[in-house]
């Protein structure tokens, strides 16, 4: 009595030879998906810490300096510690390899913390704590157990030296895992280092970085310094939905750290550095906004969608959507509450994407892209 | 495909169909179906993790290119989920299933995540509840639960009995 569905049900779904190809060269060339949409998985986002801490020159900001001696210091037994976790990660999802979420309250604290740990040099007294089993651990503990390969954090909210020491376990467990795969001779790919893409003054990356850094400053008032890094992509003759071509250019912005702060992704046309999509992401963007129910929310839906609609006016001309529609889930960390609204408008021939935050109504994204 | 990774090239060869149907029901558009793909091919390649025998790995791509649908879920919604009828513009979807099995697939295609994952795993794959709860890194209580609401949605238009193991 159990599977009724017919099994040629997806029969037609297939994926094409083309495809298969596509998949296989980037992954060869260790390349990630265009849009760095998957940047807060744990294994790649170890991935991509090689170009800081491990072989390359540290270009991004001179306190690295200080977290590199740290990492490059731990002594051996510490860091077959960390060679051992990682080998028995199995998972992808950072949320996977520790025992509860964060709370919004431990999100907070670590995005500001973690400024203070690669910026200022400040790290945590002692070393997170390695246990055979759980049964050695201390109440309200912070410790990485060996048997289940997990982290297990503390019931209550971490303090401050405890969320020093879960910066300090996921930067070692970083520059382990980059050694590691290096000894391999696994190359990370292009788009994983750390460090911004290097310019040369003229190139079309250039070019369209400062259009970037023009889009994110008039957008956001975002200014950038030197903990900023700043990942550029060009990719030549690409096809938007729409079936037209064009030179897209990506910029991703963000700074170094357990994943959860601002991050930025810029989408520029750079056959005419014209802006196709501009997003404020991660959970930094949220933190501290306040968070609606879903029935609070539909009460901001009609405000929020004219200020989306005026931003969408202004800068891609286009009005009168012939529909528009919303979803409340948006990012948040509160389940059951959001703290934007994302709005679809369908025009004749395009569709616009807006994410607004409820309490301040600003536009977090503006996609025509 | 040039033969650089042998064993890349079969992983993909064997199992990158598989995963696309199930990707692909998922996420509703092409490209970042494209996209979980490539990034759990890209774990795998990678990682390269031991598998005990093939079914383990295709339990382990299933799992990773599940984890990879939630972040995209639930991080980001940049492509729109097209709806089936739409797609059937540009792809051939239903082409030789009965008018039941057409409604069937149309009622999937819109079930939200944690519904149409359990469904695609149970009644697609036939994976059972434990291995189910498994994959998607859930309790065997949850997967019923989700299997039942799942099964009050379909009813509506699919006269098929869609029951589960006890």
């Known amino acids: ?369 | 495909m040039k033969n650089i990774n042998r064993d890349l090239e079969a992983v993909i060869e064997n199992y990158s169909d598989m995963l696309y149907k199930i990707c692909f029901l998922i996420l509703k558009n092409e490209q970042d179906t494209r996209d979980v793909l490539q990034e759990t091919f890209l774990i795998y390649y990678t990682k390269k993790p031991d598998f005990k025998n093939e079914e383990h790995k295709k339990a382990w791509l299933i799992k990773v290119s599940q984890n990879k649908c939630k972040e995209f879920l639930r991080f980001h919604k940049r492509h729109a989920a097209v709806p089936l009828d739409e797609m059937e513009e540009t792809l051939v979807i239903t082409d030789g299933l009965n008018g039941n099995d057409r409604d069937l697939l149309s009622v999937i295609w819109d079930l939200d995540y944690k519904l149409k994952s359990a469904v695609i795993l149970y009644y697609i794959e036939g994976y059972s509840i434990g291995e189910t709860a498994e994959i998607l890194k859930t309790s065997p209580s949850a997967v019923k639960k989700r299997l039942q609401r799942a099964r009050e949605k379909l009813s509506g238009k699919y006269k098929g009995e869609l029951a589960y193991e006890k």
């Open chain 1, 1 to 369: 009595m159990k599977n009724r569905i017919n099994k040629e049900l997806i029969s037609n779904i297939e994926i094409s030879e083309d495809m298969k190809n596509t998949i296989y060269k980037n992954c060869i060339k260790g390349k990630r998906t265009a849009d760095f949409r998957f940047r807060y998985s744990g294994v790649l986002s170890a991935l991509i810490a090689v170009a800081v801490f491990g072989v390359c020159s540290l270009g991004a900001s001179a306190a690295y300096v200080g977290v590199k001696a740290r990492l490059a210091n731990m002594d051996e037994t510490e860091y077959q510690n960390y060679a051992t976790e990682v080998s028995k990660d199995d998972f992808v999802s950072t949320d996977e390899g520790f025992s509860r979420e964060l709370t919004g309250s431990e999100i907070k604290r670590i995005i500001a913390m973690e400024r203070k740990y690669y910026d200022e040099n400040v790290f945590p007294e002692e070393n997170m704590a390695h246990y055979q089993t759980k049964a050695e651990m201390g109440e309200n503990e912070l410790a990485y157990i060996v048997a289940d390969n997990i982290v297990y954090l503390p019931e209550k909210d971490m303090d401050d030296e405890q969320l020093l020491e879960y910066i300090d376990h996921d930067a070692k467990k970083r520059y382990v895992n980059i050694r590691e795969l290096k000894e391999e001779g696994i190359e990370p790919g292009q788009n994983m280092a750390l460090e911004s893409t290097p310019l040369s003054e003229g190139s079309i990356e250039y070019k369209t970085r400062q259009a970037g850094d023009k889009f994110l400053k008039e957008y956001f008032g975002q200014e950038l310094n030197d903990s900023w890094i700043v990942l550029v992509d060009i990719f030549e003759e690409e096809e938007n939905r729409y079936g037209e071509k064009m030179t897209l250019g990506i910029l991703h912005y963000y700074q170094t750290g357990t994943g959860y702060a601002t991050s930025y992704d810029v989408y520029i046309n750079a056959d005419d550095m014209s802006l196709l999509s501009i997003q404020k992401g991660g959970y930094g963007s949220v933190i501290d906004s306040k968070k609606y129910t879903y029935a609070e929310a539909e009460s901001f839906v009609k405000e929020c969608e004219e200020i989306a609609r005026e931003k969408v006016k202004a800068e891609f001309g286009l009005e009168n959507p012939d529909e528009v529609t919303y979803d409340l889930e948006g990012l948040s960390v509160e389940a059951g509450k959001t703290a934007t609204i994302n709005y679809e408008m369908r025009f004749d021939d395009r569709i616009i994407y807006a994410e607004v935050r409820i309490e301040d109504k600003e536009i977090l994204l503006l996609s025509r892209f």
